[in-house]
């Protein structure tokens, strides 16, 4: 039945996900548990604070995803660094610069932790307060175990209420998105397999299953992965996941190549249908929760050995000089070569044992390196890797920092009371871009002083009885956590600024001025956010964006361009590859950043994922190029060797240009006609006779792999100028 218009007019009604309602019935129940059973049950006024603002911190600013198991546990884990960060909080709260400086590095180490992944990221809001809360006067070493003793009060109740309070299942993990993606893949080369057997596809599966196989691989993108599900950890597990869903995504596009150039080619058939195999022999493996064997390369490694070799008789034969057949078998040995690559992850994934890194010296590391280092020695490195101002996540620490440790100077040397609020308002308020912040300014600002006058009325109204107070606290706490996630910044602050006032008023009588001093608190922390913003780095990600994406594709020019100099014996390796895919990491990065700000979309530029894909594709395709052909092997004659590199200088100048087009900021419509050039000549070298031909009459089939590679580059570049 048709609605009216005027029914259809209507604004919808916002309902909190259930979600939202059973965290903040958790958090409720412990903060408020913790509070009463302090300030009421055992007379400890500072325990009873510290256990409320410890639930608070873990269960409302902290973002612990996963099972309830997982939260709990990942609570439980945080125990240690709260006491660390109380003790230091309680020691340096004797002199103001003194806690100014701590919360300088604090602020730092905290923040900087995020490069540990998505945990990290979660908890560094929640481990900040629990650090602000004590460096602030009074100045009382003594309540030390009070402290002590609330904290981890606290975090137990907020642990057991995960585990007894509507337990909420596994969230889908990035585990199933790639086993999924690897699923669509798998039907898609079965396809890919009959086509090249002479077996007709019924009407439409083609098409059908490359829309599935393209909606699976977009699945992946972390930009489209909740922040808690990246796998961007520093141990070996994360990578591999993270090395897993590149692999996929360049094993995609070779399945569709096939399928393109399909005709009778028994060898490409089966070694597809293998590829097929071991697709799903990975997607198996994926799954957290009953996962099935460990996938193995065994029969993978066999038939590509097998391939390789009929590839070279068959190219050998006179009647065979066409380029189509070798573009054919290139396209099933990359496709085949991704699937390893894939089998390979799952295997570092499962920890399971991996082959000895069989990479040449001069070209390590490796693609899998990170298997064979210890988890210690993976993290540090990723630590000191983003010890640089062109990481996102040192730059925002510095900002953090910077504008916690002048929001501690400012609420000491003004002696302001409940300075601490000071601190929480920068804290949550500040974003990664001033535009952000400023966004976040208003209405988090109307929303305080809305709730400070309801706060000032209540006080007003109730006067000196904590009985009133302790009764209106729980709904009123429930009522906050759920409103403000659902509501918007607005609705959150002002109910915050009722609670925190009920929570005041029960520790020590209060007056209204405690509502003016939360007003004035506030707007004195968002202040400083908003000039942390303003001069650090005032437009966030998109600032470096264009410049960082520019110096991806500059990098990886320098990668196309070495690695065919290996490959055609007239260069030796020089590290651009290794500086290709840390480039690669840094962008991803930026990206990431970017895809969590808000932005004018007038502005966006060109397509930056494809961008990135572009850098990533020149690295991904470039490791199995090096793995599998000798240095110095791709080309049998020199006449070869010189066309293939200027291919390599084609391409690598137009990843240049394009690097160039965009940081003059040019129009993301007109893609520069030398691409189009360079590609028209590849394809029309593969599609014709060889350049130099052997005096066998063989086709160089190393040349052909490099060439479908080069050119495939040039699609990913033509990417870059279609809509986002």
Not at 129 to 146: G, N, T
Not at 337 to 346: D, I, K
Not at 421 to 444: C, F, G, K, N
């Amino acid at each position: 039945m048709r609605r009216s218009p005027a029914r259809a007019e209507r604004p919808r009604r916002v309902r909190p996900a259930p979600a939202v309602v059973h965290r903040a019935v958790r958090v409720t129940a412990a903060a408020c548990a913790g509070f009463y059973a302090f300030r009421y049950g055992l007379d400890r006024p500072a325990s009873a604070t510290y256990a409320l603002f410890a639930a608070v911190a873990l269960g409302v600013l902290a973002r612990v995803e996963g099972s309830a198991r997982t939260r709990a546990r990942t609570i439980l884990w945080t125990l240690p660094a709260a006491w660390v960060l109380v003790c230091l909080g309680t020691v340096l709260a004797v002199h103001s610069w003194a806690a100014a400086l701590g919360m300088v590095g604090v602020g730092f180490a905290v923040s900087y932790g995020s490069v540990g992944g998505p945990r990290m990221v979660g908890l560094a809001n929640g481990l900040q307060l629990l650090y602000i809360l004590p460096c602030f006067p009074p100045y009382s070493p003594e309540a030390l175990p009070q402290r002590l003793l609330g904290v981890t009060a606290g975090l137990l109740l907020l642990a057991a209420a995960e585990l007894l309070l509507w337990p909420e299942p596994a969230p889908p993990d990035y585990r199933g998105r790639l086993s999924r993606a690897a699923l669509a893949l798998a039907e898609l080369a079965d396809l890919a397999a009959d086509a090249c057997a002479g077996r007709a596809a019924a009407p439409g599966a083609v098409t059908s299953a490359a829309d599935r196989a393209r909606a699976r691989l977009d699945e992946l993108r972390f930009s489209r992965v909740p922040v808690m599900e990246r796998p961007a950890g520093a141990g070996a597990v994360d990578r591999a996941l993270t090395h897993c869903a590149a692999a996929l995504r360049y094993t995609g596009p070779q399945v569709l190549r096939i399928l393109r150039l399909a005709r009778p080619y028994p060898g490409a058939a089966r070694l597809t249908a293998v590829t097929a195999q071991a697709l799903r022999a990975a997607a198996a493996g994926l799954p957290r929760a009953g996962p099935g064997p460990v996938p193995d390369t065994g029969v993978l490694d066999r038939e590509l050995a097998a391939f390789d070799t009929a590839r070279a008789a068959d190219a050998a034969l006179p009647e065979r000089k066409g380029r189509v057949r070798p573009a054919l078998g290139t396209a099933a040995l990359d496709s085949a070569e991704g699937a390893r690559f894939v089998v390979r992850a799952v295997r570092v994934g499962r920890h399971a044992a991996l082959p000895p890194d069989e990479t040449p010296a001069d070209q390590r590391p490796g693609p899998f390196w990170y298997a064979y280092d210890p988890a210690p020695l993976l993290w540090w490195r990723r630590f000191r890797a983003n010890l640089t101002p062109r990481s996102v996540a040192f730059r925002n620490a510095l900002r953090t920092a910077g504008a916690l440790g002048a929001a501690r100077l400012l609420a000491g040397g003004l002696d302001l009371s409940h300075g601490f609020w000071v601190l929480l308002a920068t804290l949550t308020l500040m974003r990664t871009s001033a535009a952000d912040t400023r966004t976040t300014l208003r209405p988090a600002l109307v929303g305080t002083a809305l709730g400070a006058a309801a706060t000032a009325a209540v006080l007003l109204a109730v006067g000196e009885h904590p009985l009133v107070y302790a009764l209106a606290l729980p709904p009123v706490m429930l009522i906050a956590f759920t409103a403000g996630p659902a509501l918007g910044p607005a609705w959150g602050q002002g109910l915050f600024t009722l609670v925190v006032a009920l929570v005041f008023t029960q520790l020590a009588p209060a007056s209204w001025r405690l509502a003016e001093a939360r007003v004035v608190n506030v707007a004195a922390g968002a202040a400083i956010g908003l000039l942390a913003g303003l001069c650090a780095w005032p437009r966030g990600g998109a600032q470096d964006l264009r410049r960082r994406t520019a110096g991806l594709l500059e990098d990886s020019a320098d990668a196309v361009r070495e690695t065919v100099a290996v490959l055609t014996g007239t260069g030796r390796p020089g590290g651009a590859l290794r500086r290709a895919r840390t480039s690669t990491l840094l962008t991803e990065a930026m990206y990431a950043q970017y895809r969590c700000e808000r932005h004018d979309p007038a502005g966006d530029g060109p397509n930056w994922q494809a961008a990135v894909l572009a850098g990533q594709h020149a690295v991904r395709g470039a490791e199995p190029l090096l793995a599998r052909i000798p240095p110095g092997t791709a080309a049998p004659h020199r006449g070869g060797a010189r066309a293939l590199l200027g291919h390599a200088d084609e391409v690598a100048a137009a990843f240049r240009r394009q690097a160039a087009a965009l940081r003059a900021r040019e129009p993301a419509g007109a893609a520069h006609p030398a691409v189009a050039r360079a590609r028209a000549a590849l394809v029309a070298e593969l599609d014709g006779p060889p350049p130099v031909p052997g005096t066998d009459g063989q086709v160089p089939l190393h040349a052909v792999d490099v060439a479908v590679w080069l050119a495939g580059l040039l699609d990913d570049l033509q990417q870059i100028h279609e809509p986002g």
